[in-house]
């Protein structure tokens, strides 16, 4: 497994023996045992505006997971798996090595048309609520790292939009004015995405999916583009981070 502070290139082709799931739960074997009673106390939380709340256990993960949605975040400070699925979406895992806290949002859009927006489907806002709540767990700007994934082009006939580009400049333009270092991506090409990240170690894990779109991640991005102006001008490997 590469450590979570690689800055290596992502190595496409032959995923690590016993795929992604024996990679996660190998990651989370090191200190991480199923206990069902942190699920039932993930259930309970009374979760913000915002915030992930599908908590579940994943029998093939072997371990407590929650799910972000389209504009939804999470920050923990203990290894529960945080996953999403990606398009043109952007997800943006930060880690603060020293505090151990981490977390992940997942945004649809670079911004509100210029216009201010208190949504989590916006980036600009989106970046700013992982930031916030996770310095409110004890995490500083100033040791922040991020992992950056999504932004593919996974729809025929949205290549005049540019969506998946567009996210991708913006969060990369973002994290450089924070200077908040990125040392690792999977962004751009033509795959949905699927991520795993856990936040407390800071590993983060994804596989890129057929490009024979899901019709869940299709109707993402097709309810992403109708609220996005056109610019005016095989599948299946599995990287760690």
């Known amino acids: 497994m590469i450590s979570s502070t690689s800055t290596s290139p992502l ?3 032959t995923p690590p023996p016993g795929g992604l799931a024996a990679a996660a739960s190998a990651a989370l074997n090191q200190g991480l045992s199923p206990r069902t009673d942190r699920l039932a106390k993930l259930k309970a939380r009374s979760a913000k505006p915002g915030e992930a ?9 072997k371990s407590e997971a929650v799910k972000v949605l389209p504009g939804e975040y999470f920050c923990f ?9 990606l398009g043109s979406c952007i997800a943006v895992c930060l880690w603060d090595r020293q505090a151990k806290v981490g977390g992940m949002n997942h945004f649809m859009l670079p911004d509100n048309g210029g216009g201010a927006s208190d949504s989590g489907r916006y980036g600009s806002y989106a970046m700013e609520l992982l930031i916030n709540e996770m310095m409110k767990m004890g995490a500083s ?4 790292e991020a992992k950056v994934f999504g932004g593919g082009a996974v729809i025929s006939g949205m290549n ?3 969506v998946g580009e567009r996210n991708t400049a913006f969060v990369m333009d973002y ?4 200077r908040i270092p990125v040392v690792s991506k999977d962004v751009l090409d033509i795959y949905p995405r699927k991520v795993c990240f856990l936040p407390y170690s800071g590993k983060a894990m994804v596989k890129r999916l057929a490009a024979s779109n899901p019709e869940a991640i299709v109707q993402q991005e097709r309810a ?3 609220n996005v102006a056109p610019a005016s001008t095989g599948g299946g490997s599995i990287d760690l981070f």
């Open 11 to 13: 190595r496409a082709g």
């Open 53 to 61: 709340s599908f908590f579940f256990y994943d029998a093939h993960f």
């Open 77 to 85: 400070n203990e290894d529960v798996l945080i996953m999403t699925t």
């Open 141 to 144: 700007r100033m040791t922040m």
């Open 160 to 162: 005049t939009i540019n």
């Open 175 to 178: 994290l450089k004015t924070e």
């Open 224 to 226: 992403a583009a109708k």
